[in-house]
Nanobody, 119 residues
Framework: QVQLVESGGGSVQAGGSLRLSCTASRMTYSPGCMGWFRQAPGKEREKVATINRSGSTTYADSVKGRFTISRDSAKNTLYLEMSSLKPEDTGMYSC?????????????WGQGTQVTVSS
């Protein structure tokens, strides 16, 4: 069974930076697409960024220019570099993986790591 484990969350003041990591294990081959999602209390889950096997990326408008998604296929690790953080970036950040190169059908999810941005 594929496992995704996130790390790197924490508390930071507005304007600060954080780097999230997501390590995948028990994968027989590199995921077709991986992504980061977040959910704030009382709000729906939001797709933050995705990256496919070819390296093509997508971002939510709210994070464009501030967040960068990347992956190290050799290490089976996904990253999310977050800068110029805002209080509205607060939430539980989860990574997801799809074995097929379709970035809207994620079958595997991590437990999440909390990010809290204070003003």
């Amino acid at each position: 069974q594929v496992q995704l484990v996130e790390s790197g969350g924490g508390s930071v003041q507005a304007g600060g930076s954080l780097r999230l990591s997501c390590t995948a294990s028990r994968m027989t081959y590199s995921p077709g697409c991986m992504g980061w999602f977040r959910q704030a209390p009382g709000k729906e889950r939001e797709k933050v960024a995705t990256i496919n096997r070819s390296g093509s990326t997508t971002y939510a408008d709210s994070v464009k220019g501030r967040f960068t998604i990347s992956r190290d296929s050799a290490k089976n690790t996904l990253y999310l570099e977050m800068s110029s953080l805002k209080p509205e970036d607060t939430g539980m950040y989860s990574c997801a993986a799809s074995l097929i190169p379709v970035c809207n059908a994620f079958g595997y999810w991590g437990q999440g790591t909390q990010v809290t941005v204070s003003s």
